[in-house]
């Protein structure tokens, strides 16, 4: 079955920087898009950024400049370079797998999520 699994998370403080990284296994990685969610306590769910097959990124404007999306298909892997961070940023980031680069929860598989905390 597809697994979707992020790390990288963590406590970091304003203006510092992390990576995330999701690793995929039960699917042909190199053939859908992946993407980035974020949801913060009492919020909703809320898109980051995504990655299609042939390496075009979208990214939400509260991220744009400070978070860069990439991919690694011979690892299976997709990361999430998070630079600048605040406060706001914190919350639990999910990685998504779907046939199609969208920026709504309309992915197929999820990953279990990892938590970043950005004290100020």
């Known amino acids: 079955q597809v697994q979707l699994v992020e790390s990288g998370g963590g406590l970091v403080q304003a203006g510092g920087s992390l990576r995330l990284s999701c690793a995929a296994s039960g699917l042909t990685f190199g053939s859908y898009a992946m993407g980035w969610f974020r949801q913060a306590p009492g919020k909703e769910r809320e898109f980051v950024a995504t990655?299609?097959?042939?390496?075009?990124?979208y990214y939400s404007d509260s991220v744009k400049g400070r978070f860069t999306i990439s991919r690694d298909n011979a690892k299976n892997t997709v990361y999430l370079q998070m630079n600048s961070l605040k406060p706001e940023d914190t919350a639990v980031y999910y990685c998504?797998?779907?046939?199609?680069?969208?920026?709504?929860?309309?992915?197929?598989?999820w990953g279990q999520g990892t938590q970043v905390t950005v004290s100020s």
């Open positions: 998504a797998s779907g046939s199609r680069v969208v920026t709504t929860s309309a992915y197929d598989y």
């Open positions: 990655i299609s097959r042939i390496r075009v990124t």
